[in-house]
């Protein structure tokens, strides 16, 4: 069983991503939105597999030694991996068509990388992004209206941002 | 003033590979890694033969100019929304007044990568921590948001973040519920570049932000510290701040 | 004489009504949890001069009474007093529920409460305040060791006098540590002394058998269950000494600060034109926890009255909370002198005073906490054999 969960899982990756359209998915493994660039020389199975020890080796190793130069970091993740919506505009993580939501959500593992990192390559203005999709915050608490207006946004604007 | 030492002929791994010829890396499989000399540039990294440090020049401050300000607010992607007490503060111009003569001084704050941080000595899970070249970080992988690194800098030079953040730079990641401040723009140190600060500062004709290595005695930062004058703040707790000030 | 019976508290309609409350609090403590979450520390009223806040007021009198209320305990086993044997049980399950309270706050204020276990994992053994996570982890241990010891029958008495001592000694070094977190802030003047460890620990001994003897008289009036007069004075009495000897402290830290003009200005703060803290300091801390409750306990006129000792408990917590108030917010108001000559003009957020003002959200934090102690303690009398069926003068002696 468990092997042919694998088999599965390859030939679904195998495929690449983005080949099979939303609307006509075969089977419930996550969608991988389609990158640009070269192709990993180490194969996407293997970046799969270890991408977070080898962000979290490099990242170490560039705060705590400066080493600038280094092959897995986040900024480097989004110069191929910037998925955008159907738009064609990049998308924040706030979307669920952002990269690393595709397997995220799908295996519930929540990542903790864009509380403090962007995410989406250098230059987007993510603030306009999110404007357009994340309801607009009250100012305070004791800000009646500004509450009440939020929570009318939270309920009509649906959950799948980007759209 | 302590005046850092230069370290003996111990010369690393890192230096003798650097002085040879320039070294390029490359991982074959896990575990195995080739590395070539000639290629591309070394990777420019933290040296602990250096030590950064900044001069400033009270008296070329000028009291009415921000420049250094909004350089390093644009340069690391910080603005305030107006509140001065839980703004990100970075860097601030303080303008300040003897008490008894009357005599006003203007002039830039920022960490001062102090050589015996307190903030290092406090952070409980070790996020507060010291380069090898001097420069004081806050590493924001294991920040827990105690805060206590901001009870212990002697000049308020930490910021809590007290809002949700997007849009960072790349270079400067920075996010809510952790502490932050001065990085001395070590993402263009590491590069060979100098703290935005310091060319805003300079490109103003002011050039009251000196920036150098400290224990190079050949730097211009190093033969002004010892030809003229110069203090470092609360010089009683014996912190050997890399940032100094002169004219004050 | 009756031997000392211990039985489990019987769940009345009084004990579920209580603890329906106390439960109300804490949802209403993890409410503000997720709301200062969501929406960052900008909706408290703490920034980046005040970091530490009245959640922590709150977690500081917590801890700091945790260690107290081990005392009766400790006064049992260690000193040898059997008078007090039968309410040690009780003394070491309020020690870890008022521990177990404060740190919920501590953890729950934190800017990424999420990572609790890198704090759990990641040390920095230069850091009192890693040393105190050690400290109070090792304390919960070691009052539980403490209460199996007591409870079980087949422990000797031999062996539950030693872990006794071992919670005696750590109480101590916790107390010492709580205390250095601010005696060891070299660059504030409000800090750095090392009278605060002492003081702290004396704050301790007051604190904890203050809200031990307000807990203890009301767990005894909710089950119906006897205690003595002649108790409650006794214990009474020892406050008495404690309050006194916090007293001894603070007045020995403002008058080594009084002589040195370098910290005249932060006593003149604190002492004249404090505002806020002046006024709690003198009003709160010294007259309603330090003078008046040694009025009630030692003059002859309040004395024989059996309410004495407990409303002198309850001056006593309110004193301590002002105290921890002017100490922690008080001590960050406070501004650091950067500049020694020199008057800050302008400094974004340097100059001048830092002001606080308390948010809902923290306060319901601080209750939270408090309502979680008192939930322990409510839950483990009346799953354990911890109180005494019978506490009256005639049955203890």
Redesign the interface.
């Known amino acids: 069983m468990t092997l042919f969960i694998r088999l599965a899982l390859l030939f679904a990756f195998s495929f690449g991503a983005g080949s099979l359209a939303a609307q006509e998915r075969s089977s419930l493994l996550p969608d991988i939105p389609a990158a640009s660039g070269e192709p990993h020389a180490e194969g996407n199975e293997y970046w799969r597999r270890n991408h977070m020890d080898l962000m979290k080796h490099d990242r170490d190793s560039t705060l705590r030694d400066g080493d600038r130069e280094i092959a897995a970091s986040l900024k480097g993740c989004f110069d191929c991996h910037a998925a955008k919506d159907d738009a064609g505009q990049v998308v924040t993580y706030e979307s669920e068509q952002h990269f690393c939501r595709a397997c995220h959500d799908y295996v519930a593992v929540k990542v903790d990388c864009f509380m403090c990192h962007r995410s989406t390559p250098d230059g987007v203005d993510e603030h306009a992004l999110q404007a357009a999709i994340l309801p607009k915050k009250p100012l305070d608490s004791t800000d009646v209206q500004g509450v009440i207006a939020y929570l009318n946004q939270t309920e009509s604007k649906p959950t799948e941002a980007g759209e | 003033m302590k005046i850092p030492t230069l370290k003996g002929a111990d010369i690393s791994r890192r230096d003798f590979l650097r002085s040879g010829a320039a070294v390029a890396t490359a991982t074959l499989a896990p575990g195995v890694t080739l590395m070539a000399f000639g290629g591309s540039e070394a990777h420019a990294a933290a040296d602990a033969d250096k030590r950064w440090g900044l001069l400033i020049d009270a008296n070329k401050c000028d009291a009415d100019c921000d420049a250094c300000v909004s350089a390093c607010s644009k340069e690391n992607g910080w603005a305030g929304e107006g509140n001065p007490e839980t703004d990100p503060q970075w860097i601030r111009k303080i303008t300040m007044q003897n008490t008894s003569t009357g005599r006003e001084v203007t002039m830039p704050m920022m960490c001062q990568h102090c050589e015996e941080p307190p903030c290092v000595d406090v952070c409980p899970t070790g996020a507060s921590f010291k380069r090898v070249d001097g420069i004081v970080l806050v590493d924001k992988h294991t920040c827990i948001g105690c805060r206590y690194c901001m009870m212990a800098c002697p000049f308020d030079a930490r910021s809590f973040v007290h809002e949700p953040v997007i849009n960072q730079k790349s270079h400067a990641p920075r996010g809510q519920g952790t502490v932050e401040s001065c990085t001395l723009c070590v993402h263009r140190i590491d590069k060979g570049g100098r703290p935005a600060c310091v060319e805003a500062c300079e490109a103003t004709g002011h050039e009251a932000i000196i920036f150098g290595d400290l224990r190079d005695p050949e730097s211009d930062i190093s033969k002004r510290l010892a030809q003229y004058p110069s203090v470092a703040l609360r010089p009683d707790l014996d912190l050997n701040p890399g940032v100094r000030y002169t004219n004050l | 004489m009756e031997r000392t019976i211990y039985r489990e508290i019987e769940a009345t309609g009084r004990v579920w009504g209580l603890a329906v409350i106390l439960v109300g609090f804490v949802l209403a403590a993890l409410a503000s949890f997720f709301?200062v979450?969501h929406?960052?520390?900008?909706?408290t009223g703490m920034?980046?001069?005040i970091?530490?806040g009245l959640p922590h007021v709150f977690a500081i009198f917590l801890i700091v009474a945790a260690s107290g209320a081990l005392n009766v305990a400790s006064i049992a086993s260690v000193f040898e007093q059997k008078a007090y044997r039968p309410k040690a049980r009780l003394s070491a399950l309020m020690a870890m529920s008022l521990l177990i309270g404060g740190l919920m706050i501590l953890v729950l204020d934190?800017?990424?409460?999420?990572?609790?276990l890198?704090?759990a994992t990641?040390?920095?053994f230069?850091?009192?305040?890693?040393w105190n996570?050690i400290l109070y982890t090792g304390f919960l241990g070691i009052a539980g060791a403490y209460l199996f010891a007591q409870m079980s029958k087949s422990v000797p008495y031999a062996v539950t006098r030693k872990v006794g001592l071992l919670a005696f000694v750590w109480r101590l070094a916790l107390t010492t540590g709580t205390g250095s977190?601010f005696g060891?802030?070299?660059?504030?003047p409000g800090y750095d002394a090392a009278i605060m460890a002492p003081m702290f620990i004396a704050m301790s001994f007051a604190f904890g058998l203050a809200m031990f003897l307000l807990m203890t008289s009301t767990l005894c009036r909710l089950s119906d269950r006897p205690i003595g007069d002649q108790l409650m004075q006794r214990l009474g009495r020892l406050l008495a000494v404690f309050v006194a000897a916090v007293l001894y402290f603070t007045a020995a830290r403002h008058l080594t600060n009084l002589y040195t003009m370098e910290h005249a200005g932060f006593e003149r703060f604190t002492l004249v034109d404090g505002g806020i803290y002046t006024t709690l300091f003198w009003l709160g801390q010294i007259l309603i926890g330090g003078l008046l409750p040694l009025a009630i306990l030692l003059l002859p006129v309040f004395g024989k009255s059996p309410k004495a000792p407990l409303v002198a408990s309850a001056l006593v917590v309110i004193g301590g909370f002002a105290q921890i108030y002017v100490i922690v917010i008080g001590g960050?108001a406070y501004p650091?002198e950067?500049?020694p000559?020199?008057?800050?003009?302008?400094?974004?957020?340097?100059s001048g005073i830092?002001?606080y003002t308390p948010s809902?959200p923290e306060l319901l934090l601080g209750l939270g906490g408090v309502a979680v102690t008192l939930l322990a303690v409510g839950v483990g009398t009346k799953t354990l054999r911890i109180l005494p069926t019978n506490l009256s003068d005639a049955n203890i002696g």
Do not use: K
């Not at chain 3, 929406?39 to 909706?43: A, E, K, Q, R, T």
């Open positions: 709301y979450e929406y960052g520390h900008i909706v920034t980046n001069r970091v530490w934190l800017g990424r409460a999420d990572r609790i890198i704090a990641t040390y920095n230069s850091s009192i305040f890693a996570l977190i060891w802030l070299v660059a504030r960050q650091m950067v500049f000559g020199y008057e800050v003009v302008t400094g974004s957020g340097m830092a002001e809902l």
